[in-house]
């Protein structure tokens, strides 16, 4: 039993000097295979040079034994006796070399004899005289053995992938998991390196399904449970049944640039319902018709073009769905009476649109949205009331509360963010409210941290007129950005306008840009118009990646839209996240 213990004991430790052995092998084979490569270069080197020299040398005996058959004197018959050296590849004199070559090649001198005649000739070393054989043999000496490293490198890992298929199988899921991370922050949406949400829409659809379901099944509970399973990653999804068929769906928090394809989902989970309960259903027999709006529009509105969407869809043979967006341009205006009667009540809240920095992702500045509470709509956004008509009286109590807004949040507010408020046109002619602005920006010293928006339109058709405002933002030292800039004609003006500090593109030259080469060329003059001036240009209602990335490309400094962020409430929020 002892004998086989020892046997044992001793089978393993020889096993185990083995295998570190190998191990250790194995980790010095690199080093140890091109010691060797080196080794057999040198070799193949002595022993070519030893193989080329003694052909040098009986090339030498050869001539000499020429010469003393022609019977030549070296004295008498110098300058044949020179020709038939030099043809031999021979010297009778040592040549001084090349001032670059003469520490590394020196002249060989060698004494050749033939019976009674002896000649001493030079030559050069045998690796200069032959050097294309020595280039030769080396690239195949090396070729050889990087190919033979590299079979040898694949043969070792399919030997480990045939081995250790379940390792090689978690490292390959893992690699793939990692590029697939890698290319999603790559080709990823701005707005995901910002920290912000995309722009959202909500949709609300009319579906009509010629299907016979069963008495027996509660319709209402069967496309809710539907509703809820397709779309469960939406905060808000309601299910209305008209009748047996026609329903109504609404679902809250749509990305943009998906509505379609939710469009196209609810499509195909209705097929399958009613597929399920009726077999000979077709999708043709599936009609949807959408309407997407932002919040605050027109129910009856929303309704009015989701049933005309409905009807398209119905009168198509091949397209069964059909999407008609809601634009505020087709929405209902809040009258200004009414409005006004809101802001004194104070029932108006101030939002914040941050623009970023597209080269750094930082906030350059926030520019102030008002959104006035209406009974029946909600929030409304300044597009839907702004353009009604208004008295200077108005303006003035709008711009009034505003500012005083304002003033009273970078007040409280710490952060060097700046915040541009875009004032009603006709606060930029009014001269009572710019003596109660100045007095205000003397008295807090906020001027810093304020810009004032105005229109491209305005400021250049208006500009005596805007001279009083423009004079008292100077002296405060605020600043203005020119708004709406459709194109390059009349940057340069501005050259005496130091209190201009930026340019905003008009939201009609950035809508679609990719697509559209005249707002490229638009947008490319305006910008090499604004380096001369040393002014930045900013893009705004930025909507799609595709348009942010042509933007970036033409050179505009900063962005703002539904693209990177919604209107926040808080200011706060902006600058902390």
Known sequence: MQILNNTLVNNLTSEYAMQQSKLWFLKQFKGI????????????????????????????????????????????????????????????????????????????????????????????????????????????????????FRWWSLLKISRETINTP?????KAKQKQQKTMFIKQVKNCELSSLYG????????????????????????????????????????????????????????????????????????????????????????????????????????IMVNQFARSALTLSQSSLLQHCHRLPLHHSQERALSSEQVIENIEKNKFILF?????????????????????????????????????????QDTLILDKAVINKVKRLIQSESSALTVSVNLHPNSWFNDEFWHWLSG????????????????????????????????????????????NVQNSEKITALINHNEVCALKLSYELVRLVHEKNHNQI????????????????????????????????LGIVGAQGFYFSEPLQEFTKTVFH
């Open 352 to 392: 914040f649109q941050p623009l970023f920095e597209l080269s750094s992702g930082d906030i350059l500045q926030h520019e102030v949205l008002i959104r006035v509470r209406h009974s029946k709509h909600g929030l409304l956004a300044a597009r839907y009331f702004i353009n009604q008509i208004y008295s200077d």
């Open 33 to 148: 295979y091109f010691t060797f490569i080196a080794c057999v270069l040198l070799s193949f080197n002595f022993l070519l040079n030893d193989a080329l020299h003694q052909k040098i040398h009986a090339s030498g005996q050869q001539l000499v034994k020429q010469v003393h058959e022609l019977n030549l004197a070296p004295l008498i018959n110098n300058e044949v006796l020179l020709a038939l050296a030099k043809s031999e590849g021979f010297m009778l004199e040592a040549q001084p070399s090349s001032s670059h070559f003469m520490h590394l090649v020196s002249v060989e001198r060698e004494v050749f004899s033939y019976k009674t005649l002896s000649l001493s000739l030079y030559h050069y070393p045998a690796w200069v005289m032959q050097s294309y054989l020595f280039l030769l043999l080396n690239l195949i000496i090396i070729g050889t053995a990087g190919w033979s």
């Open 196 to 299: 912000v949400n995309p722009a959202t829409h909500h949709l609300f659809l009319l579906v009509s399904c010629s299907c016979n379901f069963d008495q027996n099944i509660d319709i209402q509970a069967s496309f809710n449970v539907l509703v809820a399973k397709t779309f469960s990653e939406l905060r808000g999804r309601s299910v209305n049944v008209v009748d047996s068929n026609y329903l109504a769906i609404t679902l809250r928090g749509v990305p943009v640039t998906e509505l379609d394809c939710y469009v196209a989902r609810l499509h195909k989970c209705v097929f399958v319902l009613c597929q399920n309960n009726q077999k000979g259903i077709t999708r043709k027999n599936i009609k949807i018709g959408a309407c997407d709006y932002k919040l605050g529009a027109d129910e």
């Open 440 to 483: 205000q920006l003397t008295q807090l010293k906020f001027n810093a941290k304020l810009q004032f928006e105005i229109r491209e339109e305005d400021f250049f058709t208006q500009r005596k007129k805007i001279t009083n405002a423009l004079n008292i933002i100077k002296k405060n030292r605020s600043q203005v950005i020119i708004d």
């Open 166 to 170: 379940t390792v090689s199988t978690k």
């Open 522 to 553: 638009q947008i490319k003059k305006i910008v090499e118009a604004a380096k001369l001036l040393n002014l930045p240009v900013y893009a705004v209602g930025v909507e799609t990646q595709k348009e942010l990335f042509m933007l970036e490309k």
